[in-house]
């Protein structure tokens, strides 16, 4: 059954075709390909999609627009929860040639794609957006090591069991939204270093409608920065998101900082900040930055704020001052002014 999917900011409205199942949703943390290249490629500004990464352009030229407009429906409605011979190898990025979209291009294997540094044996937490809710289970798979991005990705590159599996996992936001997302703490597999590939199978419980993505990582000890959004580059933060230097894991109580772009409009964004804490837990913290440009902050939840100038405080509230360690908190902002997708000397202290 078709429905019509609306990608609405202040300023306007895009509307597009979505698929004719009932349930979307993408992995979000650790981000697939689909999401990434979403977040890299949409104008805030416009709505229109214009890649930067090359791996994005390179599947927005074999797959078109459309597949990064329909981000959340990398499906198969008679999936059923299957996965090692239902897709056939070097499809399983794309859940096949049998889903409403062709999302092809994201099977190209390729290293340049939009990336999240990790560190092996972390607790994290998984997020997967809502756009509909059904109930279901997620399940994580993770590459064998020797896993090559370079060569197309088959099955017998995973490995046979889920490193994380949960069922009905808790929801915040949506649906309908970019922001809205189940949520759940798991453990990330150890001894695992370099390059590897996350890949997510969400299964409804109330049909046979299955959900596959593929999310590229590193572990390299990261806390989930994300690297390769708006320009292609493996090395410099996403321009939708700023990270603070990352802190010294034998230091007590040690934090850092996570500055995204949610949305934006004519005049005004929204954004997030994510706190993450280091090998021990923090109590207390406080987060500070500067506007690249003139921009003001207009309000701010799950946190407290001053500003003076270009320079914005934000600390904890007493609910959410305690980040148990290697685990994050996360507060949202309003901002007047010209969106800032990165902002300068961000920086996280504790207590």
Same mark, same amino acid.
């Given at each position: ?5 609306l ?10 075709q ?8 993408a ?5 697939? &390909? ?41 499906? &198969?409605s ?26 092809s ?29 059904h ?48 949520y ?75 500055? &995204?772009?949610?949305?934006a ?81 961000l ?5």
């Amino acid at each position: 059954m078709a429905a019509v999917v609306l990608f609405t900011a202040a300023a306007g409205i895009l509307a597009v075709q979505a698929a004719p199942a009932q349930a979307h949703g993408a992995i979000q943390v650790p981000g697939s &390909r689909t999401w990434f290249c979403y977040q890299d490629g949409r104008n805030p500004q416009t709505g229109a999609i214009e890649p930067k990464n090359p791996a994005c352009a390179a599947a927005v030229a074999q797959s078109g627009v459309t597949s990064l407009y329909n981000w959340f429906a990398v499906l &198969r409605s008679d999936g059923a929860g299957r996965v090692d011979g239902f897709i056939p190898d070097g499809q399983l990025c794309s859940g096949g040639t049998g889903g409403p979209y062709n999302f092809s291009g994201f099977n190209l294997a390729r290293n340049d794609w939009p990336t999240t540094h990790l560190t092996a044996g972390a607790n994290v937490q998984f997020k997967y957006n809502n756009w509909a809710k059904h109930p279901g289970t997620f399940s994580l798979y993770i590459t064998k090591d020797g896993y090559d991005p370079t060569k197309p990705l088959a099955w017998s590159d995973l490995e046979p069991t889920p490193f994380d599996q949960v069922t009905n996992p808790p929801a915040n936001g949506g649906p309908g939204t970019d922001d809205g997302h189940y949520y759940w703490n798991g453990k990330l597999p150890a001894g695992k270093t370099g390059k590897h590939l996350i890949y997510s199978v969400w299964s409804r419980s109330d049909s046979q409608e299955t959900f596959y993505g593929c999310s590229d990582v590193v572990f390299d000890g990261g806390n989930g920065e994300v690297t390769g959004i708006g320009g292609g580059g493996t090395t410099s933060p996403s321009p939708s998101t700023s990270t603070s230097t990352p802190p010294d894991p034998t230091e007590p109580g040690a934090c850092t900082a996570m500055y &995204r772009i949610a949305s934006a409009w004519t005049g005004g964004f929204q954004g997030e900040i994510m706190v993450h804490a280091g090998a021990t837990p923090v109590n207390g913290w406080n987060i500070s930055w500067t506007w690249p440009g003139g921009q003001q902050l207009a309000q701010v939840w799950s946190g407290k704020s001053t500003s003076s100038g270009s320079l914005v405080s934000v600390g904890n509230e007493n609910w959410n001052a305690s980040v148990p360690a290697n685990g994050s908190v996360t507060f949202g902002f309003l901002a007047s002014g010209a969106t800032a997708p990165q902002v300068q000397n961000l920086t996280c202290t504790t207590g």
